[in-house]
């Protein structure tokens, strides 16, 4: 009988510690879900601004009060746009000159670096690959159109690497024979009129 009772005693004791650790997971559950919740809806009304964005773009240039949608001008086919400008990264690998032709024969030329910030920005979508661009080491790197290279520098480990090349990791020579993947870039035209005529208000 005894026996009886005491183990009753400490049934009824550990009975409400429980239902507090019970209780408290269920708060945490809550919580979590709660924050997950959340970011669900965000990322929903983000996607649904996007998507309203896309088909407010796609309606001014299907009505015919915004005929200047038409006389916008795009990227070609398998090139990037970003700002006023088109750059093509190639998958087959030719010499500095061949690439070069490439890019003259497309009404571009090869890479030719505003900044840090562009140089920035496309090392985002580049790896360790080395990408030719319009730099040649002629009296001191120099772009194809003949102005100097004033923001960076190029590691180099030869005088005989006299062309200029791009990876992830920054500017590189390299001796003008090798055959490496390259970078061609392309004008769209005024900035001035692309922002005025070629963007919607929102």
Request: charged residues 20%; hydrophobic residues 40%; contains cysteine.
């Amino acid at each position: 009988m005894i026996d009886n009772s005491v183990y009753s005693i400490l049934e009824l004791s550990s009975a409400p510690q429980d239902q507090n650790d019970q209780r408290q997971k269920q708060k945490a559950f809550f919580s979590r879900s709660s924050l997950f919740c959340y970011v669900a809806i965000a990322f929903g009304l983000l996607n649904g601004v996007l998507v309203s964005l896309i088909i407010s773009q796609w309606i001014l240039c299907q009505s015919s009060k915004h005929s200047t949608c038409a006389s916008c001008p795009s990227c070609p086919d398998l090139w990037m746009r970003y700002g006023d400008h088109c750059y093509y990264f190639s998958l087959e690998e030719k010499d500095w000159n061949s690439s070069l032709e490439f890019c003259l024969a497309k009404d571009s030329h090869l890479l030719m670096l505003k900044d840090n910030q562009e140089m920035n920005l496309l090392k985002n979508f580049l790896n360790k690959s080395f990408y030719w661009i319009g730099l040649r080491n002629s009296s001191g790197w120099r772009w194809e159109d003949g102005s100097a290279l004033n923001f960076s520098r190029v590691l180099s480990n030869s005088l005989v690497q006299k062309c200029g090349a791009m990876n992830e990791d920054g500017l590189q020579a390299s001796s003008c024979e090798v055959l490496l993947r390259w970078l061609c870039k392309k004008s769209l035209g005024n900035g001035l009129y692309l922002i005025h005529h070629c963007i919607p208000n929102i």
